[in-house]
Nanobody, 124 residues
Framework: QVRLVESGGGSVQAGGSLRLSCAVSGRTCSSMTMGWFRQAPGKEREFVAAISWRGSSTHFADSVKGRFTISRDNAKNTAYLQMNSLKPEDTAVYYC?????????????????WGQGTQVTVSS
């Protein structure tokens, strides 16, 4: 059984930084494309970033380009989302997701594995 567990969320002021981690168990992380999504109250879940299984390809939502980076350490079975220059509109529950297909996608429904989410709150 594949399990994803996020950590690293919290409350920061605008302009601050947070690093989210996603620990994968039950399957080798290196065989999975990893993605980060977020969902704010009253809004649909939206794509944030994704990384290919070798880390050679990354994709970002326009709203976070230049501020967020995604990385992975397959030896530790962990993916990361570094969030810098945070804005109040980044406030949401952030979810880690995985899929066992090499092709990177940005659509939530194409990821079968999900974490429980971690809250990120950015105050102005």
């Amino acid at each position: 059984q594949v399990r994803l567990v996020e950590s690293g969320g919290g409350s920061v002021q605008a302009g601050g930084s947070l690093r989210l981690s996603c620990a994968v168990s039950g399957r080798t992380c290196s065989s999975m494309t990893m993605g980060w999504f977020r969902q704010a109250p009253g809004k649909e879940r939206e794509f944030v970033a994704a990384i290919s299984w070798r880390g050679s390809s990354t994709h970002f939502a326009d709203s976070v380009k230049g501020r967020f980076t995604i990385s992975r350490d397959n030896a530790k079975n962990t993916a990361y989302l570094q969030m810098n220059s945070l804005k109040p509109e980044d406030t949401a529950v952030y979810y880690c997701a995985g899929r066992s297909i090499v092709l990177v996608t940005t659509t939530p429904s194409t990821y079968p594995y999900w974490g429980q989410g971690t809250q990120v709150t950015v105050s102005s």
